[in-house]
């Protein structure tokens, strides 16, 4: 909270200050001399720090955009792949950066992805090395990765700076919200030494949601209930991935800010609060079709919730909304049709998962 | 040591049912919104009818039935914990300490990971699963214990400890293997979490809790005469492993009911009865119904701080418990210090 809650400095002074508090826990932690790490610098610094502090993880894995090998703070070899050349053998630790990198046109330097990787469908294919939380060391050095891209996570932080430790070149980037997609794009394109992807990617992930973004300006907000499950009831705050996707498709959280991003939250309040939509987001998709169905058995009792009373209590694919990447404009997209039906282009882009 | 009367048992009763209902008209009366108490149950509300509407749904469909479900899993909890003390001999017996409940959450949770439980008539297996979860832990902690001579504090304790980390393991297995989106909600699980029952669940249960309750309460006298000792009961008539393996059955049942809508609350089983024995003296055909009426007040007031202390945030019940209970653990553990329990 209180790291979020500051001021941004202005970037150059910044990036300097991530510069010597790499160097510092870089010196600090000993173990990462042989480390392969990049700790760039550029105008994108800012958030990708804030992130990576945020969450417990040590500046010298934080990756921002505005390559420039010299500036590396590690050591020599580094922000290109060691022993030179185009980074061949790209490893995926968590299903977003996946997308990102298949969206970059690196697909097919995709050696390794998690469990978790199903999208694109050619991510299915590929060889997996563990799960989300507990990927497994020796299958990723077993695949000779010479970049792999890792997020942070609950507990993975020893995991990275292990790799790291054994000369695996490891790039962490975080993007947790809409905000940090871009710079997360671009960290990714610079390390695989293909900026200009990035550049491109990102004009048209920008230019898809300003598309959207255009459908409902003028349209009222609808108030709307984001949760990701129900007994115990979390939900998405604000500040939240699906809490930004909500703002963009034009809804409005009915979560108070101060509640955090994914807080266990209250029945009463959601009945007081009286939203006009419900959207709930289906991570399994072992539950099929029965997901919806089991959705109306929770909420059906509170029918004075005004998204109950009128039938807008949704599901959604997890996917597609959970999962900061490429995809963002196809979750906006997909939580108009719900929201606003009305300014939806044609039929509505989700269904219940088969 | 206080005597049995009638009208000392109607005297308890009375005073704790009236803290009872005084916690659960004040537990009515708080939440994470602001509900006109009064007007909503008794005559007409100035607001809009979709207000009254609203304020009805969040008392009586949801602030009520919650605080319900509290008061019988408080209820129950502090009876088996009182009847685990009695017939183990033994002050720290308490269905969580016991591992009781972790078996009764291990057999819910399997069924829940595996989806068994959304089968047509499903909705019977989890408590079942609870059951045979929680009393197959009993059981084989009984015969473990007994397995060093005789069935003595210590290792009983100990077995307990040790089946409960056994059984945590098999539950993170579980949700290892079985279903990661499900993580938050045996998080949950594993703490103790009320959450608001439909009512024909409530039913289910107050049916299945209060037929316990009849059971240990026709058990009473001779549980008495067995906290003297096994033998001085013997001597006295009792058929002390009938009784005893009756009353481990009814409580391992009860508890199952319990934790298979609540989860693992832990302490309950443990501080009320060793509060309302303070008061009120040993006896069991008063302890009982004291520890009914008394845990149950105090699982209604422990959730209402779970559901109002960071609201519209909320937090599972047995975070609450568990700060309380600790350190009455401990109290309790520094007082017996030398006494007879630990031998």
């Known amino acids: ?354 | 040591m206080k005597r049995f009367t009638l009208p000392r048992l109607i005297g308890v009763t009375a005073i704790l049912g009236a803290v009872l209902v005084v916690v659960v008209v004040l537990a009515m009366g708080i939440g994470a919104t602001q509900v006109p108490v009064l007007q909503t149950l008794f005559g007409s509300s100035g607001g809009s009818p979709e207000e009254a509407l609203r304020a009805r749904e969040i008392l009586l469909g949801l602030r009520l039935p919650r605080i319900l479900l509290a008061a019988l899993v408080g209820g129950a909890l502090a009876c088996s914990g009182a009847t685990f003390q009695a017939v183990l001999r033994n002050p720290l017996a308490d269905p969580y300490i016991l591992g009781v409940s972790g078996g009764a959450a291990l057999g819910a949770i399997a069924t829940a990971a595996f989806g068994l439980d959304r089968a047509p008539g499903g909705w019977a297996l989890r408590p079942l699963a609870a059951f045979a979860g929680s009393a197959s832990t009993i059981f084989l902690i009984f015969l473990l214990a007994r397995l060093r001579g005789r069935a003595s504090n210590y290792p009983m304790l100990l077995t307990g400890v040790v089946v409960n980390a056994f059984f945590s393991a098999l539950i993170l297995f579980i949700i290892t293997v079985a279903d990661y989106t499900r993580f938050q909600q045996v998080f949950f699980w594993l703490v103790g979490n009320i959450e608001p029952p439909p009512w024909p669940t409530l039913a289910a249960l107050a049916v299945a809790l209060a037929g316990g309750f009849a059971v240990l309460y026709l058990l009473a006298g001779r549980m008495n005469l067995m906290s003297l000792g096994e033998e001085e009961a013997r001597a006295l008539g009792v058929d002390v492993n009938r009784v005893k393996r009756t009353a481990i059955l009814v409580a391992s049942f009860v508890t199952a009911a319990a934790v298979s809508w609540s989860g693992l609350v832990g302490f309950v089983g443990l501080m009320v009865p060793h509060a309302v024995r303070l008061i009120w003296g040993p006896d069991h055909r008063i302890l009982l119904p004291a520890c009914a009426l008394g845990g149950a007040a105090f699982l209604v007031a422990a959730d209402t701080g779970a559901r109002t202390i960071m609201a519209p945030i909320e937090m599972p019940v047995g975070i609450i418990t568990a700060a309380i209970g600790a350190p009455f653990f401990l109290f309790l553990f520094q007082r017996e210090k030398g006494g007879r329990y630990f031998d």
């Open chain 1, 1 to 354: 909270m209180l790291l979020r809650a500051q001021p941004r400095p202005p970037v150059g002074a910044f990036s300097f200050l991530i510069l010597v508090l790499a160097a510092i826990v870089i010196a600090a932690c000993g173990g990462s001399a042989p480390g392969r790490t990049s700790a760039q610098s550029g105008p994108a610094a800012a958030p990708a720090q804030t992130a990576a502090s945020a969450s417990g993880v040590t500046r010298d894995t934080a990756v921002a955009e505005g390559v420039d090998p010299a500036e590396d703070a590690t050591s020599g070899p580094s922000a290109t792949s060691p022993g030179a050349g185009p980074v061949r053998r790209i490893v995926s630790l968590a299903p977003n950066i996946t997308e990102i990198l298949f969206a970059l046109g690196f697909g097919d330097r995709v050696v390794g992805v998690t469990e978790f990787c199903n999208y694109p469908p050619e991510a299915l294919r590929l060889p997996k090395v563990g799960g989300f939380v507990n990927p497994n060391a020796e299958v990723i050095l077993a695949l000779h990765p010479d970049l792999v891209v890792a997020t942070p996570n609950v507990g993975n932080r020893a995991f990275v700076e292990r790799l790291i430790a054994v000369g695996a070149r490891v790039v962490v980037v975080q993007a947790r919200d809409v905000a940090e997609i871009d710079p997360a794009i671009k960290a990714i394109a610079n390390a695989a030494g293909d900026p200009r992807a990035g550049r491109a990617l990102v004009a048209r992930l920008r230019a898809d949601l300003d598309r959207e973004r255009g459908r409902v300006a003028s349209l009222p907000r609808t108030r709307t209930l984001f949760c990701i499950q129900v007994e115990p009831l979390v939900v998405a705050g604000r500040g939240s991935y699906p809490g930004d996707l909500i703002e963009l498709a034009g809804g409005e959280n009915i979560v108070p800010a101060s509640a955090g991003q994914y807080p266990n939250f209250s029945l009463e309040a959601v009945v007081a609060a009286a939203p006009d939509s419900i959207v709930q987001s289906l991570m399994d998709t072992r539950e099929g079709a029965t997901g919806g169905d089991r959705l109306m058995a929770f909420w059906g009792r509170l029918g004075s919730i005004p998204a109950v009373k009128g039938k807008r209590v949704f599901a959604v694919p997890g996917d597609v909304v959970l999962r900061p990447g490429p995809r963002v404009a196809q979750g906006v997209a997909a939580l108009i049709a719900l929201l606003h039906p009305e300014a939806a282009p044609e039929a509505p882009a989700t269904s219940v998962p088969k």
